[in-house]
């Protein structure tokens, strides 16, 4: 049988677990929106950031990922993303981890939630 403050300290673990179970409950149900700031050229590597604009070009790699240039700016899409039916033309938002890649910035988008298509233009449609 366990001593008095073996009991306590059981107890304080099972409300601590619950307390983080509770907290990533939360934490997931509010998404990414609010950790995450604008992308500019500026963003420090590591952040969490959010994008929006026309998709100009769409290059498919050997290894199941993908490159897209959104609004002028290079989006690195992992294997984990799979194959996503965005095109050029495509107006998409996007959230990803600023990282450095043969010394350019690109925006890299690891999970397939993380970009949504909002709309999708014809080429008489865009001016850049």
């Given at each position: 049988?366990?001593?008095?403050?073996e009991?306590?300290?059981?107890?304080i673990?099972?409300v601590?677990?619950?307390?983080?179970?509770i907290?990533t409950w939360?934490f997931d149900?509010m998404?990414?929106?609010?950790?995450a700031?604008?992308?500019?050229?500026?963003?420090p590597?590591?952040t969490?950031?959010e994008?929006?604009?026309?998709?100009?070009k769409?290059?498919?790699?050997?290894?199941g990922?993908?490159?897209?240039?959104v609004?002028?700016v290079?989006?690195?899409?992992?294997s984990?993303?799979?194959?996503?039916?965005?095109?050029e033309?495509?107006l998409?938002?996007?959230?990803?981890?600023?990282?450095m890649?043969?010394?350019?910035?690109?925006?890299l988008?690891?999970?397939?939630?993380?970009?949504?298509?909002n709309?999708?233009f014809?080429?008489?449609?865009?001016?850049f």
């Amino acid at each position: 049988m366990l001593e008095k403050q073996e009991r306590i300290a059981v107890l304080i673990l099972f409300v601590v677990l619950i307390a983080c179970g509770i907290g990533t409950w939360i934490f997931d149900g509010m998404g990414k929106d609010p950790f995450a700031r604008n992308y500019t050229s500026e963003s420090p590597e590591g952040t969490l950031v959010e994008w929006q604009g026309i998709v100009q070009k769409v290059t498919f790699t050997g290894s199941g990922t993908s490159i897209l240039t959104v609004g002028g700016v290079q989006v690195f899409l992992s294997s984990a993303v799979g194959i996503t039916p965005v095109k050029e033309g495509d107006l998409v938002s996007l959230y990803g981890t600023v990282q450095m890649y043969k010394g350019k910035r690109e925006i890299l988008v690891s999970d397939s939630a993380d970009i949504r298509i909002n709309a999708e233009f014809q080429a008489k449609d865009l001016r850049f």
